[in-house]
């Protein structure tokens, strides 16, 4: 065997290397599909002057369509089968996640154009109690709404959450004979339609053991609906867990028990926090189930245990109901809270979850 | 690999009357046999691991070497449908004697993974200390002492010294599984089973474990699964042969010194084997 010894010249000879980004878009690739977009407007422009297409909305989905389809030709003409095929795939794929965005945008700008009109300071502070029908939208507010809401949904995480959890426990680390039964009728149970949900609790609790309407019987209602998110979500997240370690700890001599408790939860946290997340976005906006269980009413109502209790969904659904503007702005401005309200919570509960642990 | 023309001799041929004494038990296997399901894998296994000495077991894929240290440490029943023959003693006691808790077991017969696997979401030190925590033991003695004096054992204190607060992932592959064998002997395993510790490793990283091996012996028993002839001549005393044909289980052909094993074995598929003429 040669060996080839290589010269190591001395580094402060060497020139710097240049730094490169194989694939980054070069200048000339960005003027390009800006050119390509360039035509896509034009001819969108085009045709929407000499057909009768019209709109706003239709331009922008036509004009996207347009730069898709001429992307596509272009890249055909230009480059080998191979990677055109490969470009073409990219390309159709963004493209579909922007489509897809496309309804989101298009709902939170609506609901931030139209309820900001309706807010104002007050709407925080203020209820609906002395409000008359026809007052302007500046007086009164959803305060006692926002106070239901909070409740309502914070006692349902408190009662779902940990039974979710528990059973993706179940599942996941003691699978045994019943197993199968449980996951089908968790699975089942999140075909449950949500007004049955309140339905049952209506019949069950409100009138059958005479607790009357309150805060917590919609929080069973709503815990009902997202049991079955959060126990599923759970039990996927927690088969991430590589087996390895839950062998690792085993063989240091752990129980069963703590295992799960010191190493497999620990390890599925974040995982177990999208559970509860995903669990609160199947709630956060139930109403059917709200208005045979917390009722609604025009007044704070601070104790969820006893007596009707509004929430944002309750109170959007009875102002968009009435003919009134004023009442109409209110209830977009009530929608625009409830957004608020579970994106504010998703973002704390995404840096509760990334925060790693410091030594 | 060519064993015939150069006989690796064996790092250590000690005798073990004469070995230091440590905490090491004497680990033996009797008449062992294991099935998943109705499939046999091991038949009639019988092993005296003597204590504080290295015991390599070396064969063919899929003769059952991974299932056997499965059975030496009650891994093996965690398996959905398994079953097992046999004894194993510890000492003298029965791992599957009656009221003996698998978690005890496990505790005093610790293991090594083939993967790496340190705790994603504990620090180097955290780590170290995992198993008291999960076994439930207490430490009479300083917890610093402890993790100093585990990864020195391991070969990883030097390293890693300035950064115990890091997380344990956060290593190369090397480095965490020598921080899985601290992990292991921070909590005084009396047998320590490792299942090819070194197959994901770089002969650097090889060797270092290879070394830490050598260190440890002398406070713990050491079996160790390998496919590398090099290793097992290099670091056991005692070396087993299994193997397992087509649909038969696997058995032990061939047991003794290491020395002797590699250069006047007894069987000739051993010689084959350890010639790479087959598996
Ligand atoms: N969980 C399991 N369920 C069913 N069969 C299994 C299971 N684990 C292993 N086996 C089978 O048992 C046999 C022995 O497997 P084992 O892992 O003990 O082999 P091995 O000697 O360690 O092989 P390798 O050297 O490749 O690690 C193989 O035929 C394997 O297919
Ligand atoms: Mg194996």
């Known amino acids: ?359 | 690999m060519n064993m015939t023309t150069t006989p690796a001799p064996p790092v250590s041929m000690i005798d073990p009357a004469v070995l230091p004494t440590g905490n090491g038990a004497t680990l033996e296997a009797r008449t062992v046999a294991a099935w998943f399901a109705e499939h046999q894998i091991l038949d009639d296994i019988s092993l005296a691991m003597p204590a504080n000495s290295v015991t390599a077991i070396i064969g063919p894929s899929g003769c059952g070497k991974s299932t056997f240290l499965r059975v030496l440490n009650r891994m093996h029943e965690l398996v959905p449908k398994s079953s097992l023959a046999g004894e194993v003693l510890l000492d003298g006691a029965d791992v599957y004697g009656i009221g003996v808790r698998p978690a005890e077991t496990r505790r005093h017969i610790g293991m090594v993974f083939q993967k790496p696997n340190p705790f994603p979401t504990m620090t180097i030190r955290e780590n170290v200390l995992s198993g008291l925590k999960l076994a439930g033991i207490k430490n009479e003695g300083s917890n610093d002492d402890l993790v100093e004096r585990c990864l020195d054992q391991a070969g990883l204190w030097r390293e890693v010294k300035d950064r115990l607060g890091s997380a344990g992932g956060a290593l190369s592959g090397g480095q965490q599984q020598r921080l899985c064998i601290a992990r292991a002997l921070a909590v005084s395993p009396r047998v320590l089973l490792m299942d090819e510790p070194c197959s994901a490793l770089d002969p650097t990283s090889t060797l270092r474990i290879e070394e830490t091996i050598r260190d440890i012996v002398g406070s713990v028993t050491i079996v160790i699964v390998t496919h590398n002839m090099q290793q097992a001549a290099r670091v056991s005393d005692y070396t087993a042969f299994f193997l397992g044909d087509e649909g038969r289980p696997g058995t032990v052909v061939e047991f003794g010194p290491t020395s002797e094993l590699f250069t006047a074995p007894n069987d000739p598929r051993t010689e084959d084997y350890i010639n790479g003429r087959f598996g």
């Not at chain 1, 922008?60 to 898709?68: D, G, K, N, P």
């Not at chain 1, 426990?169 to 004979?177: A, D, F, I, Q, T």
């Not at chain 1, 659904?317 to 998703?346: D, E, K, M």
């Open chain 1, 1 to 359: 065997m040669t060996v080839t010894t290589v010269p190591s010249p001395n580094p402060a000879s060497l020139p710097t290397p240049t730094r490169r980004r194989p694939q980054a878009i070069t200048p000339a690739e960005g003027v390009r599909i800006a050119g390509v977009a360039g035509v896509a407007v034009i001819l969108t422009a085009l045709v929407f002057l000499a057909t009768p297409l019209s709109g706003a909305f239709g331009s922008v989905v036509f004009a996207f369509a347009a730069f898709v389809a001429l992307e596509v030709v272009d890249v055909s003409l230009r480059l080998d089968p191979q990677a055109a095929k490969d470009r073409t795939a990219t390309i159709l794929i963004t493209g579909s996640a922007g489509v897809a965005l496309v309804p989101l945008g298009f709902i939170v700008w609506y609901v931030v154009s139209k309820g900001i009109g309706g807010m104002h300071p007050g709407f925080f502070t203020k209820t609906l109690e002395e409000v008359g029908p026809l007052d302007p939208a500046s007086a009164g507010g959803a305060e006692h709404a926002i106070i239901g809401s909070v409740e309502q949904v914070g006692l349902a995480s408190l009662i779902a959450t940990p039974l979710g959890i528990l059973t993706a426990v179940y599942l996941s680390e003691y699978p045994g004979r019943l197993t199968r039964v449980v996951r089908f009728f968790v699975d089942s149970m999140s075909g449950i339609p949500s007004v049955v949900a309140g339905l049952f609790i209506y019949t069950l609790w409100v009138v059958r053991l005479e607790k009357g309407f309150s805060g917590l019987a919609a929080a069973m209602a709503l815990s009902v609906l997202m049991l079955p998110t959060v126990a599923r979500t759970a039990e996927e997240m927690l088969k991430l867990v590589p087996d390895g370690l839950r062998e690792s700890s085993l063989a240091l001599g752990a129980p069963k028990w703590r295992t799960v408790t010191s190493i497999v939860l620990p390890t599925a946290r974040s995982g177990l926090i999208t559970a509860g997340i995903l669990g609160v976005a199947r709630i956060a906006g139930e109403t059917a189930p709200l208005l045979m269980t917390a009722f609604g009413t025009d007044s704070v109502n601070v104790n969820p245990t006893k007596g009707a209790q509004s929430s944002l969904p309750l109170f959007v659904y009875q102002r968009v109901r009435n003919a009134v503007p004023s009442q109409v702005a209110r209830g977009w401005a009530g929608a625009l809270v409830l957004i608020l309200l579970v994106l504010t919570l998703f973002t704390v509960a995404r840096l509760f979850g990334r925060v790693r642990k410091a030594a």
